[in-house]
Each structure stands twice: as C-alpha cells, then as structure tokens.
C-alpha cells in the first residue's frame, strides 16, 4: 500500500516550488534530527516520512514562510512522541523526550508575551495571582502567602483568572496545536481588534483594566468630548461601574455599564486613537461583561451613531428602536441625550456563576 498521499491541487505555483524547495533543502536535517532521537534506522526513516508527509499536506496553514524550519522541528518533535507513544503505550514516555516539545521556537515567544499582555487586562485581583504562578513559578500556598489570602482563595482566584484568561484568548486569536496541545501556530481572527503580539500586534499597547476612580473623571469627559460622545449626565454624578483602561500613567480608553434590572446599558465606550487597532475596546467590553455578570443581566444594550460594525463584530446585533425595552427607553440616553438616529444594538450574555473572591 502506498504512503504517498494526492495532494487535492497538484497546480504549480512559485509559492509552491518555493516552499517544496525549502522543505528538501532541509530534509538532511530532519533526517539527522529525527535519528538522534529514534534509534532504529527503519522506525526513523518512517518518522521521517510522517513528517513530510504532515508538512505537505498543511502547506496552507503556513502564512510566515520565514517559520518553516520551526515549524517542521515542532512537527517532527510532535510525530517522534506519537511514535513512541504508538509503540509503547503503557510505557512512560522519557522525560527529556516530552521537554523536547515543548514551544522554543518564536512561536512560543509570541505566545509567552501574548499571555502578558492579555494578563495586563485582568482585574487586578486576578493578575496578580496569575502573574505570580505563570511568569514566578510560586504555588499556590506561596501566592496565598504573597497576598495575603487564604488558600482557598489563592486557588479561586487562579482557577478563575486562567479561565478568563483562555476565553479572551481564543476570543482574539486561533491557535493550531499539536497532537500533546501544544502551540504550533497563532492567528489573529481580526487583526483590527487583536490584542496580542501574533502577526505583527504591537505590545506598546499593553494596558490595565480597572475600575474608575475620582481622579480619572477629568481624563474620562476628555475621552468621550473627543468622540462626541454625551458627558452632560456623567459629571454631574459618581462613576458607579465606570472603567479605564490605562497604559502606565496615561489613560487610553473607558466604558461603563448601567444596570436597568436584569438588562444594562452599554455607554460611555471610548478609546484614545493611538491605541486603537490594539483590542482596548475589546478588554473594555469583556470586563463590562463581567460586572454585568456580578449584576446578574442577562442583556446587554447600547446606541450608536458610528459604530454598529464595530460592536457588531464583538457580539452586538442591531434591532429596532421600538423593541427596545422600557427600562431602556427611560433612561436620558435614549429619550433625549443621544440623537433619534443612534442605532439601538443588543447582546445576549451567557449565564454564569455567581463571582466571587
């Protein structure tokens, strides 16, 4: 039986010629690679084949031809455990074999800083914790130590900083991985909005997400008089579930939540221009998202007079003024403070539970 496979377009292309040249000019080190690693010479050679074979036929998931030579070792060191693996089953695969997959490439560079920056927009409660186990290598009972918690706590609040941590990550990208989970590959599903360093995001844009205070109500009327955006019912009030978004000591965006019973409105979303394109507004909104959630709605609205396509591609749907609901239609944004032609816009929230610690 034959292990060649038909690849389903056999149409040349230079794309093509030039990656099947880069692929052979590398075979003799894949050979060297996989040998050094698999002792007998006909299990090796087989490997070798898988290898090849796999790199073929997911030519198209390569966009950076600059990582083809990481990318065919992390294939290799991936197909080398799954031969183990396939051979012995019940044994123990070698230690330093399962390190030798692990991400070392740029790949794993991109990865590591991306966790930062999506770290740098945790509440702080969270990102502490995280940072700490992630980036220090503590424990848990050290990190409860650290801080100043309890155990428990200390294992809540990683429990649920990891957990939203991986919901806004595979919110801003698709990764590919390999057969162990680890990260081969990592997209951008909008480069506009994305808020990692994968194809070429700018890390000057990492930020922190907190709550408003006081001092930060000049910066926040600057923000959305920039926008026109209405401010005439905000500084005569608190900044009850306002947040900024701030990097170092300059702030770079907000937004704020009104709670109307079991639904809220969404206001007040501003982001300075410099940073835009950086996935502030998308942070912005994921921690509006979990205060809703602490508020128990169910029902996120908003209006706008120039961003529906925005908010569109973070969940947002548009319906008409008049199945808005009452709660809404009273508030002074609707009845008078935003123009009769703002686009009325709605996202349904999953249900959580209750947060904690």
């Not at 330093?96 to 945790?122: G, H, K, M, W």
């Not at 914790?129 to 992630?134: F, G």
Request: hydrophobic share 40%; aromatic share 6%.
């Amino acid at each position: 039986m034959s292990l060649v496979a038909t690849p389903p377009d056999t149409t040349e292309t230079p794309a093509s010629r030039s990656f099947e040249t880069g692929v052979l000019a590398f075979a003799d080190k894949l050979r060297a690679f996989v040998r050094a690693r698999v002792n007998n010479p006909s299990d090796a050679d087989d490997v070798v084949h898988d290898v090849l074979l796999k790199v073929f036929r997911s030519r198209g998931r390569l966009r950076d031809p600059a990582r083809l030579e990481a990318w065919i070792y992390q294939t290799a060191r991936a197909t080398i455990v799954d031969h183990y693996r396939s051979r012995r089953p019940s044994e123990e695969l070698p230690a330093e074999l399962v390190e030798s997959i692990a991400p070392r490439d740029e790949v794993a560079q991109d990865l590591r800083t991306s966790v930062r920056a999506f770290l740098a927009s945790l509440p702080e409660h969270y990102r502490e914790p995280l940072l700490l186990s992630e980036f220090h290598g503590l424990t848990a009972a050290r990190i409860a130590e650290r801080l100043g918690l309890s155990l428990t706590a200390a294992k809540s609040r990683l429990t649920r900083g990891r957990a939203m941590l991986r919901e806004r990550m595979l919110a801003c990208c698709r990764f590919e991985t390999d057969s162990y989970g680890h990260v081969i590959e990592m997209q951008p599903r909008r480069v506009d909005t994305c808020a990692c360093t994968c194809d070429g995001a700018d890390m000057a844009s990492t930020f922190t997400v907190a709550p408003a205070r006081d001092e930060d109500l000049p910066h926040v009327l600057d923000m959305l008089r920039s926008e026109n955006l209405p401010t005439a019912d905000i500084a005569t009030r608190p900044l009850i579930h306002f947040i900024v978004a701030s990097r170092g000591t300059e702030r770079v965006g907000c937004a704020a939540v009104e709670p109307l019973g079991d639904i809220a409105l969404l206001r007040s979303v501003a982001v300075v221009p410099a940073q835009r394109r950086h996935g502030v507004a998308r942070a912005l909104l994921a921690e509006i998202e979990r205060i809703a959630a602490q508020l128990q709605v169910h029902e996120l609205f908003l209006l706008t007079t120039t961003a529906e396509a925005a908010f569109g591609r973070m969940g947002f749907e548009r319906i008409l003024r008049d199945d808005a609901p009452l709660a809404l239609r009273e508030t002074s944004e609707f009845a008078g403070v935003c123009p009769a032609s703002a686009v009325v816009m709605r996202k349904h929230l999953r249900r959580r539970g209750s947060i904690g610690q």
